[in-house]
């Protein structure tokens, strides 16, 4: 009974995001709803309420490691912003073309994930954007290749995704082999939605001249570059933070936002309080879209509903006993990575598939990786970047799907051809 509740309280949840607009509902607040009563319901139905109230307790703290993780890496893009710091990129982008600016905007997104991961990647690149694409009906497309670039791009390392990261902490998949495997599978499965998507912006970006604000004229050329090198700088030693000390990704981040914000605090030190207070964290704070950490909150307590109901385990076995072949299971899961978070999904197949039956560097893992990784461009609210992206720029779940969603598919399909075809050369 409490199994079948939280599945329609989990889908009426979705439906109210989905139908965020005719609605005139806050999708923050339908996430929330949804999370909690999937929550309450868990604890009435339960013999033991201390059980689940433990199971909460667990799921919270790695929902906040997550959370945190994703607001200081939205702080240090936006002190980034508010010095300027990307003009060091578009200025370097004189292209007016609308499809060429695509092309490379979702090259820079691929590669950066790899090297970032996908999440930051997204927020950084539709920070991008923002400066170089004035007209919203263009950038939303821009933003849902941006989604299905950084997605695609993080599976092929060990560090571009938090899925392809568990396989490799857990001794599933190694360094070479998923680069030399996924690398090809990746890069298709961007190209062919960034090929489709190009007949769609056609002609030439207005580039409108900014005036700069007696404020910003206050940051010297110096200082800008600065800020912008150390904050990407910091972003990109996140994961090697992880490697070096084994503590979670989100105290890299914090570590490099407390650097930010230090270094900050000392160059500005003798500058007017009306400039200092404009280039402070408080700033970047005040202007960061609190109402996504919200969304991302609710969202994710709705999935570790599902996940402590046993839900998602009960799934994934019945996939296991249903198809004989394992190539068939790894891509629903893919599908399903576009409804649910991957990482549970990861987390039951690490449980269902030992490594005795399947050791390292098997096929299966790595088309694992593939599969759940890029699944989640289908939908907009199916992966961490998407979500992001979804709140940075207002994307309404039916206009992704209509427009991008189907494209996203297209390319997921044309990178599972290319893996299998590996497989069979």
Known sequence: MAVWLITIIFIAGYLAI?????????KAASALITGVACWTVCILYSGNPNDVADNLAKHFGEIAQILFFLLAAMIIVEMIDAHNGFDIITNRIRTKRKVN?????????FFLSSVLNNLTSAIVMVSLIRRLVPDKKDRLLFAGMIVIASNAG????PIGDVTTTMLWLGGQVTTPK??????????VCMLVPLFILSFSVMGTIERTLVMESKLSQMTSNFEKKMI????????ILVPFFKMLTNLPPYMGMLLSLGIMWALTEIIHKKKDETIRSHLSVTSALKKTDTTIILFFLGILLSIAALESSGLLISAAGFLNKTFANNNIIAIILGLLSSIVDNVPLV?????MYNLHSYPADSSFWEFLAYTVGTGGSILIIGSASGIAVMGVEKIEFGWYLKKIGWVALVGFVAGISVFLLEQMI
């Open 228 to 235: 912008f090198f150390i904050g990407i700088i910091s972003l």
């Open 347 to 351: 987390a039951a197949s690490i449980g």
């Open 18 to 26: 989905a139908f965020e607009k005719p609605l005139k509902f806050d």
């Open 101 to 109: 600016l695509l092309w490379i905007i979702s090259f820079i997104a």
């Open 154 to 157: 993080g599976v092929w390392t």
């Open 178 to 187: 998923v680069i030399s495997e996924l690398f090809l599978p990746g890069m």
